[in-house]
Each structure stands twice: as structure tokens, then as C-alpha cells.
């Protein structure tokens, strides 16, 4: 679970978070739980998140190569950052992208987008959890700068 208050209504980040939390939860699989960032209303998720540490692993924060790894081993991503839109994109990653903090961006095939509603982060979880996805370059395939410097020459 990676999710940030949504920055338009921070009043609503804890009751968004205990919806994600609890939908994830109802699961029963094993759940890490990154803390959200220093948004308007962060507080509030993050007291959802205390809330629940007995159920939880949480990870405050993690170098950026083992952040992937641990992407690479998720079954499922839940929330809404950008990494459930840019880097599981291209990991292949299934995605239960919530709320509208991702709005408009560009997205791979992986991603379901779902409101801050308990049973729709539910049902997609559990739809998510029975699919496989490719890699989608839709960001980039890791060589431009080689490209960028091959044309240079």
C-alpha cells in the first residue's frame, strides 16, 4: 500500500486510508505499508496507518533499488502514488490506483482506478490479484540517454 492524502480534501485522508487499509486487509495476504508523504493531511493517514500496525508491516522509507525490488515482488499495489503509474507500468505490476490524485495521467494496462470506496478497492484487489501483466515501455525503456548520445555523435 503506498497511498498520499489527497491534497483537495486533506480532511478525508484518515477515512481514505482506513477504507485502503481495511479493503487490503480483507485479503488476509501479508501487507507493507509505505508512509504516505508530507501532504496536506498526511497526519491523518498516517494515524490510520498506527491504527492498524498490529495487522501491518510499515516501512517509513526505503533506498530507491530496493523500493523496486519490492515492486517487482508485490502481487498488487494499492493506492495512489505515481509509482503504481510510472514504475509498476513498466514492471508489469497490477495496480488498484484510488481516488482521483492520478487524474488524467497516462497509465498501462495494469492499472484499475477505483474511488475511496471500501468494496470497490475490495473487488479490484481481488481481480487484480488474479492477473499477470507484461511490462509496458509506455515510459520509457530504460536506453534514451544511449539514443539521446548515439545521435549527438
Known sequence: VLQHAETEVPEQAFRQMQSTLNAARATKLPTVVMWPGSDAGAEGAAKAIRLHQVDI?????????RFLKLLTQATCLIGNSSAGIRE?????????????????????????????????????????????????????????ADRIVTGLL
Open 57 to 65: 508491516h510499515t516501512v517509513r522509507t526505503l533506498p530507491p533499488l
Open 88 to 144: 509498476a507500468t513498466y514492471l508489469g505490476t497490477p495496480v488498484v490506483n484510488i481516488g482521483p490524485r492520478q487524474r488524467n495521467r497516462e497509465h498501462g494496462k495494469q492499472v484499475m482506478h477505483v474511488p475511496h470506496d471500501f468494496d470497490a478497492i475490495r473487488t479490484a484487489i481481488t481481480h487484480q490479484l488474479t492477473r499477470t501483466y507484461p511490462g509496458d515501455v509506455l515510459y520509457g525503456d530504460g536506453f534514451s
